[in-house]
Nanobody
Framework: QGQLVESGGGLVQVGGSLRLSCAAS????????MGWYRQAPGKQRELVAS???????NYADSVKGRFTIDADNNQNTLYLQMNSLKPEDTAVYYC???????WGQGTQVTVSS
């Protein structure tokens, strides 16, 4: 089994910013695309952003224009820059490829109003 370690979450006020990081093992990272997912209390986990090995990005409508995903393919590291945060962004955030073999512990993001 590989490794996924998410970090960078925390408590932030509405309108604030956070930058999440994810260190992944090569077995997880070296696939067609990586993504950031989130799961809010009582809701299903959802994919909010993805990036292919070629650099093509995709975003859920709810985060488009506010979140930016990028990757350091040499370091097997994924990032998510989150700006203009809203209370509805509160969730545990996870990184993974698009066919998740397992899940890391995630990082909690809480946006307070």
């Amino acid at each position: 089994q590989g490794q996924l370690v998410e970090s960078g979450g925390g408590l932030v006020q509405v309108g604030g910013s956070l930058r999440l990081s994810c260190a992944a093992s090569r077995s997880v990272f070296r696939v067609n695309a990586m993504g950031w997912y989130r799961q809010a209390p009582g809701k299903q986990r959802e994919l909010v952003a993805s990036i292919t090995t070629g650099g093509t990005t995709n975003y859920a409508d709810s985060v488009k224009g506010r979140f930016t995903i990028d990757a350091d393919n040499n370091q097997n590291t994924l990032y998510l820059q989150m700006n203009s945060l809203k209370p509805e962004d509160t969730a545990v955030y996870y990184c993974n490829n698009l066919n998740p073999p397992f899940w890391g512990q995630g990082t909690q993001v809480t946006v307070s109003s």
